[in-house]
């Protein structure tokens, strides 16, 4: 690795931290309703969108309420973008002519965007209208990011809380998109066009080479769609290759704007959590935990990606450069490689690279991002993950000391640990019994791909889809087991969502009617930095616990064996 | 603690939330997007950055083409052959397999005896590594100059003026050091083709 990707490295860690900063301070203070001079601009219209609603912003909800609205308006969502893809047909905004799509992709599809995964079994560009990129993809897109946002939000409450209430759902899920996901989208995309991501409703145009006959060029509103992409944490791209299609990602800067985007939630939303429950050493101390195991994870990949790939040593090839291979020359391979292992750490999914052509150790440090899936983890779902992780860390590091374990002044009681474990369990349940299941129905043996590669492809499949991260290997979907793959990821992804969240809002539900216990009886273990030690290898060693041995079967006997 | 037995109307508030947000989300945002930016003056950008000639679109900037003729500079190898009716993406075999090391030395060589080069020269790993999209319309700056000698041979031009022309169409990183140096070999063999065709070359 040169200086000048050193300083790349730093300079986008730096950056991402004084944004999510900055921005997740702003995202704590619309949550507690601190008034802002936006309330001039945006509060008629929320006022306006209240009423036809019928419904009272001031009501705060108990948990099951908060899920019931959760829930209710997340299968609205869904059928709406379902119904869209299924009559994508005979809809307007088709300047192709571009058909419908199998029904049960349709339903894999609509289940993908609307639970923040965004795995993608379509290319876009051939198979997709403007009406469905626009009206499905684009609009989940948003309102995923928001329903993970106000999860977490409402386990901050439920920690602050002690009436039992985590909040309004509508109020908290209209603000997360009136005055944070739309006003930051529209400038980011402006931005995005100026730099050269197409957005129009003309449809493709056929360009008349010099040297190679007729090539077709596929445009349309990609960059309303590139905005919340990152934003939202959500990754889906307008075109098969995603982040690396110039038209996605034009210019080194337009990467860097991403990279920026897609970690500002996730990390700003843990300073959002310390400015609500007046902790901000808390946040400080989560931050560097989680920042400290992405880099961990960056470390690794950049080891893997920047050396020379040994299988090509002795002939004439200049690998000074390091591993070219699935890259875009528009940016250093250490650009690329980070693009990769952030978009893993936050769930994403959206990196600038071809998986298929990474180094296995790379893809091992990816798919370990999936795995803990609270480094800092996708808008919304990392907090709630990391908060998870954190009251199991509590409550052991509690037992070695002898002294009942405290979250934040409020005991952890049996409720509490009973959701948090159940919790825990699901995300390797899910992973674990449908690579099983492939592998045994000799499914995933139907793959084109070198026997090594396909059993990481879908080790890799089922970890994205699980942790809804939404990055795939290409290749590994035959005509012959795609509906088998299609049936088994919208299982899992939609199970991967919505059960840890019901649980997280049960815990929320349960610490919110936690009375706090009277300072003499706590014993402060979250404010020492030892905690924030054994909370880092906690978290590592339950991940490695859980995940080892299959990752040595994919990724590191790849890495190992050649 | 009236405030709490409030009856919500949820499935109200549900259908018309949805309602609203899709309309507001899916169609006026993009819809707006599109409006300001061609009405701001980025309509070329937005329009997919395309390169006409007589008028007739002949390339999009950002969207690499294969160019082939031994005369023009070639770009990186790419899983669809350029083809966008193929779909995008990279190559599906894993780096650390037989097959990635055949396919890589078969093009090595392959462009060592094209290359007009001397004895010893090694390729830039760029140039025989695929790209992540299958469209990178950019190869490094090494790659172009390992180019040199063969377009010098085949157009007839002489080595300092395709070095001008490379320089021309090659990117720096910004401000020192986002991004990497690369070059547009669309916009790069376009300029080289105006040229051919100017001396007769090829018409």
Known sequence: ?562 | MSDREERVPHLRAVAVMSIVFFALLGFAYPGFVAVVSHGIGLGYQANGSLISQNGTVIASKFIGENFSAPYYFWPRVSSVNYNSSNGSGGEAIGIMTQQFYNETRNYTLYLLSTGHVPNGTYVPGNGVEPSGSGFDPDISLGFARFQLPRVAYYSHLNLTLLEKLVEKYTTYPYLGFIGSTYVNVVQLDIALHGILVGNGTIS
């Open chain 1, 1 to 562: 690795m040169e200086f000048i990707e050193f300083a790349q490295m730093a300079f986008l860690v730096v950056v991402i931290l004084v944004v999510s900063y900055y921005l997740g301070i702003y995202m704590g203070r619309i949550y507690l309703g601190k008034r802002s001079f936006l309330d001039r601009y945006f509060g008629p219209l929320e006022n306006g969108l209240y009423r036809l609603m019928g419904i009272n912003p001031r009501h705060e909800m108990d948990w099951k309420e908060y899920l019931k609205a959760f829930l209710l308006t997340n299968a609205a969502l869904g059928i709406i973008a379902f119904l869209v893809l299924f009559f994508q047909q005979s809809l307007p905004l088709n300047p192709d002519h571009v058909g419908s799509l199998p029904p049960l992709l349709d339903f894999a599809t609509a289940a993908s965007f609307l639970t923040n995964t965004n795995l993608q079994h379509y290319t876009g560009e051939l198979q997709l209208s403007y009406f469905s990129q626009m009206g499905a993809i684009t609009f989940l897109m948003f309102t995923s990011a928001a329903a993970g946002i106000v999860v977490a939000v409402a386990m901050i409450r439920g920690i602050v809380n002690q009436n039992g209430t985590l909040g309004n759902f509508y109020r908290d899920f209209t603000i997360t998109i009136t005055r944070v996901l739309l006003p930051i989208s529209i400038v980011e995309a402006l931005i995005f066009v100026y730099l050269g991501i197409p957005q129009t409703y003309q449809g493709a145009v056929v360009a008349h080479t010099i040297n190679m006959g007729a090539q077709t060029i596929f445009r349309g509103p990609v960059a309303s769609l590139e905005a919340i992409k990152f934003l939202g944490t959500n990754g889906g791209g307008f075109y098969g290759a995603d982040s690396a299609y110039p038209f996605e990602n034009p210019t080194a800067l337009s990467a860097y704007l991403q990279l920026i985007t897609e970690a500002s939630i996730p990390f700003g939303l843990i300073f959002s959590y310390g400015h609500m429950v007046r902790n901000p050493r808390q946040a400080r101390m989560l931050v560097t935990v989680t920042m400290g195991l992405f880099l961990v994870g960056l470390a690794i990949a950049l080891f893997a990606e920047s050396g020379p790939n040994a299988l090509l040593h002795g002939l004439p090839i200049n690998q000074v450069a390091g591993n070219w291979a699935g890259k875009e020359s528009r940016f250093s391979v250490a650009e690329s490689t980070f693009s990769l292992i952030l978009n893993t750490y936050t769930q994403t999914g959206a990196p600038m690279v071809a998986l298929n052509q990474m180094s296995p150790l790379s893809v091992a440090s990816a798919m370990f991002g999936m795995e803990v899936q609270g480094s800092p983890g996708g808008a919304g779902t990392g907090l709630m993950n990391l908060l998870v992780y954190v009251v199991l860390a509590v409550f052991i590091s509690g037992l070695m000391v002898g002294r009942t374990p405290e979250f934040l002044g409020k005991k952890i009681s049996t409720g509490v640990m009973k959701y948090s474990v159940i919790f825990i369990m699901i995300h390797p349940i899910i992973i674990l019994a449908p690579v099983a299941i492939s592998v045994m129905s000799g499914f995933a043996s139907l793959s084109s791909l070198p026997p090594n590669e396909a059993f990481t492809a879908l080790l890799y499949e089922f970890t994205s889809a699980a942790a809804n991260n939404g990055s795939s290997f290409g290749y590994l979907l035959t005509q012959q087991n795609t509906s088998f793959f299609l049936a088994m990821e919208s299982i899992v992804m939609l199970t991967g969502r919505f059960a840890p969240i019901t649980l997280a809002l049960a815990i929320a539900g349960v610490m919110s009617s936690t009375k706090p216990l009277t300072q003499t009886k706590s014993l402060a273990v979250m404010d020492d930095p030892i905690f924030a030690v054994f909370l880092f290898l906690f978290i590592i060693v339950l991940s490695a616990l859980l995940f080892l041995p299959v990752l040595a079967l994919g990724p590191l006997a790849g890495y190992l064996g050649g």
